[in-house]
């Protein structure tokens, strides 16, 4: 028998599903992406939902304005020049307009590696990224959309999670388990994804063939980078209004930074998006909390700095380790 390759199980629909779940196709779809997920300080994970049956039609939507843009993929990574910056703005300027009509959400959670949940020796970082997908999926596919929704999921196939691991159990378990144990067991997070969220389906993609996880990519990227590089983005404000002491800030950060070519774009699309943000009333904050923060969860551009939620909310560690 021929061997059935990874890639080919990825993509494989769950057959059982349609029988204990009397549907025989995900009604929504969410893209999800990393950033910064290694030797960073503050790192991040995006998500965009959307109705299974716009997803043609915003997929087109996106592909168009990159091929206007001149770029078979835009990466936040290699946000250098004017080029890519164009077509930064672009995606911002119409993730805006389609969640202001309900088309979609974007949603990202950004993490501080030097709190006092993440800042404990032997620190599982795979694992804490688990628990950070949960996290969101909890706040978005549970609480932000109907709750009958079922999901499939689009990874980027660079995650630093093993999805083909998750998607295995998933075709193996479906819906049929029982939730023992603790949650930080093997296979906890596998279980969770099926039986809280719906999830029915998850097809690990390669970004530059899927436009919208290039948007999850670019909010990933502008999440962490706007807590990361403020005091940098307060200094690049000074310098394009010509004031070279601060102004802007009285209790701020008045360092001059040698600022990059890309750190100069970077901080173009920050300010785009927070002039958008405000012109509708959206509810992003930036300046206030030295980073993108949204400040009422519901609205449909959501950033989420996560903080701890109780002295015992501390990030898993590895075996062997102890805090």
């Not at 950070?132 to 709750?147: G, T």
Request: hydrophobic fraction near 35%; aromatic fraction near 10%.
């Amino acid at each position: 028998m021929e061997k059935t390759q990874p890639n080919q199980r990825l993509g494989l629909r769950l057959i059982d599903i349609a029988v204990r779940c009397s549907v025989d196709q995900p009604t929504h779809v969410a893209y999800a992406d990393e950033s910064y997920y290694t030797k960073h300080r503050y790192r991040s994970i995006a998500v965009v939902t959307l109705g299974a049956d716009r997803r043609q039609v915003v997929t087109r939507l996106f592909a168009n304005l990159l091929r206007r843009a001149s770029l078979k993929e835009f990466k936040w990574s290699k946000l250098r020049q004017a080029r890519e910056r164009f077509a930064a703005l672009q995606m911002v300027d119409r993730v805006v307009e389609l969640s202001l009509h309900g088309r979609l959400r974007l949603d990202v959670l950004i993490w501080d590696t030097r709190d006092s949940r993440h800042q404990i020796r032997g620190r599982d970082d795979i694992a804490n990224l688990q628990r950070m997908y949960y996290q969101l999926f909890k706040n978005v596919l549970q609480r932000r959309w109907p709750p009958e929704s079922s999901w499939k999921l689009y990874p980027d196939q660079n995650s630093a999670l093993d999805w083909i691991a998750v998607q295995d159990y998933l075709d193996t378990a479906g819906l049929a388990i029982t939730l023992e144990g603790n949650f930080l067991d093997e296979g906890g997070f596998r279980i969770r994804l099926a039986h809280d969220f719906r999830i029915l389906e998850i097809c690990e993609v390669c970004s530059a063939d899927e436009p919208i996880c290039q948007v999850a990519d670019l909010f990933a990227g502008l999440g962490a980078y706007s807590h990361s590089a403020y005091a940098k983005y307060e200094c690049w404000l000074r310098n394009e209004s010509g004031q070279m002491a601060l102004e802007l800030d009285l209790e701020g950060d008045s360092t001059e930074f040698d600022l990059s070519g890309s750190d100069r774009e970077r901080c173009a699309v920050m300010k785009h998006l927070d002039s958008c943000c405000k012109r509708h009333k959206l509810h992003v904050g930036l300046k206030s909390s030295r980073g993108f923060r949204t400040y009422n969860p519901e609205f449909p551009i959501n950033f989420w700095p996560y903080e701890p939620q109780h002295p015992e909310d501390k990030a898993p560690v590895k075996l062997g380790h102890s805090e």
